[in-house]
């Protein structure tokens, strides 16, 4: 192994589910609270320059859960995505507005945030606890 190989290994996976029925509505409710979460994040981390975990809980992680309602851990996703993007808009020299989220889509932490379970995946929070 080549010097400077060792760290953190990040695996990303895309999927795409068919809500049941009755989750649907409880689904997309909690994708759009985290995309206005998510954008909240961004301006108060760029704002404040809190680029790390620390400053940006510190921050941030009360509000999430209070004024966003998202459960604890993707609170924590949330304002996690919210540094990257900061990041790679403080990074880029020719940078333009600041950014701003509009898809529905949301980081989530493998059997923290959803569990994969005989075909199905349970996702933490969309029927409301958390």
Same mark, same amino acid.
């Given at each position: 192994?080549?010097?400077?190989?060792?760290?953190?290994?990040?695996?990303?996976?895309?999927?795409?589910?068919?809500?049941? $029925?009755?989750?649907?509505?409880?689904?997309?409710?909690?994708?759009?609270?985290?995309r206005d979460a998510l954008n909240y994040s961004v301006r108060v981390i760029i704002a404040n320059r809190?680029?790390?975990?620390?400053?940006?809980?510190?921050?941030?992680?009360?509000?999430?859960?209070?004024?966003?309602?998202? $459960?604890?851990?993707?609170?924590?996703?949330?304002?996690?995505?919210?540094?990257?993007?900061?990041?790679?808009?403080?990074?880029? $020299?020719?940078?333009?507005?600041? $950014?701003?989220?509009?898809?529905?889509?949301?980081?989530?932490?493998?059997?923290?945030?959803?569990?994969?379970?005989?075909?199905?995946?349970?996702?933490?929070?969309?029927?409301?606890?958390?």
């Amino acid at each position: 192994m080549s010097a400077g190989g060792e760290g953190e290994l990040t695996l990303t996976v895309r999927m795409r589910v068919s809500p049941e $029925p009755e989750q649907r509505q409880a689904i997309l409710d909690l994708m759009r609270r985290y995309r206005d979460a998510l954008n909240y994040s961004v301006r108060v981390i760029i704002a404040n320059r809190a680029l790390s975990l620390t400053k940006a809980h510190k921050l941030l992680y009360n509000d999430l859960r209070e004024r966003y309602g998202l $459960p604890s851990r993707i609170a924590q996703d949330c304002y996690r995505e919210a540094i990257a993007i900061a990041k790679a808009w403080l990074r880029n $020299p020719k940078r333009g507005d600041m $950014p701003t989220v509009k898809s529905l889509s949301m980081w989530l932490t493998h059997e923290q945030d959803y569990r994969v379970k005989g075909g199905y995946v349970e996702l933490a929070g969309a029927t409301g606890s958390g």
